[in-house]
């Protein structure tokens, strides 16, 4: 097995210890969310703390795209995060990041980033309608996107869980995370409105973002609403229609087995 560490010449002076912290990350117990295809580990580094992200072993196929092909996933988050930062957004700052290969394969790959301590995320903001600052959140998160859309970012993974949210005396600091799929370069009026379709289900929501998007923007206000609830309504349909279709076949496999 071959190993690529590059590290964030901020810590090159403790390159050694992040090393050694990647190969011990299953001796660490301390998880972060709800483990799933990709486990995040909370460790302290020097001191600090700090989040490592360990991304599951691609199928056959990535397996030979990610070697020779395409950027792995943590190669891709931690020149992404170096990239927002470049352009004053906020995410975790970027540490290193470990690939694991063989001559032909790729296995596994490692992102370490410092652990940033959050109030909420968007999440909350679509099931608690009772946080007494939620219109003021969703408004100031509404221009934190027209900032992304101006710098040209279009985070495809714009979705509840990926934006942290802190309150700051000057008002609220939005972090991204997850940040493996993005594209960089201008933005039409278009994708910038369809980036907004995982964010919530609400129409209440959906009317106070168009709101505050037509104020940062200058563009009539109802077709902004009409675009981006379309745009809602398209993505929850191909969202539910594609966990039916997984339930049929894994029914099917069970039915098959027994």
């Avoid at 940033?116 to 903001?125: F, I, Q, V």
């Avoid at 993974?157 to 949210?165: K, V």
């Avoid at 969202?239 to 279709?245: A, L, N, S």
């Amino acid at each position: 097995m071959q190993n690529n560490f590059v590290v964030h010449p901020d810590y090159s002076s403790i390159e050694n210890k992040i090393k050694s912290t990647i190969v011990n990350f299953d001796d660490y117990s301390e998880i972060l969310g709800d483990p799933g295809r990709n486990v995040i580990k909370i460790v302290t580094i020097d001191g600090k703390k700090h989040t490592i992200k360990s991304f599951k072993i691609p199928n056959a196929i990535n397996q030979i795209v990610y070697r020779f092909f395409r950027k792995s996933k943590a190669q891709r988050s931690f020149e992404y995060a170096n990239r927002l930062l470049e352009l004053g957004i906020d995410t975790p700052y970027p540490v290193a990041y470990e690939l694991r290969t063989t001559p032909f394969l790729f296995k596994k790959s490692y992102y370490v980033s410092e652990l940033e301590n959050a109030d909420l995320t968007y999440r909350e903001l679509t099931t608690d309608f009772d946080i007494s600052d939620h219109e003021n959140i969703l408004r100031s998160f509404t221009r934190f996107t027209y900032k992304l859309h101006e710098n040209g970012v279009n985070f495809l993974d714009h979705s509840p869980g990926n934006t942290l949210i802190k309150r700051e005396e000057s008002g609220y600091k939005f972090s991204l995370v997850d940040l493996n799929r993005m594209e960089f370069g201008k933005m039409d009026f278009d994708t910038r409105i369809k980036n907004f379709a995982k964010l919530t289900i609400h129409e209440s929501m959906v009317r106070i973002m168009s709101n505050e998007y037509a104020k940062c923007t200058g563009e009539d206000e109802q077709k902004i609403f009409d675009l981006m609830w379309r745009y809602t309504e398209e993505f929850q349909y191909r969202y539910y229609r594609k966990i039916r279709i997984k339930r049929r076949i894994f029914f099917w496999k069970k039915k098959y087995k027994n």
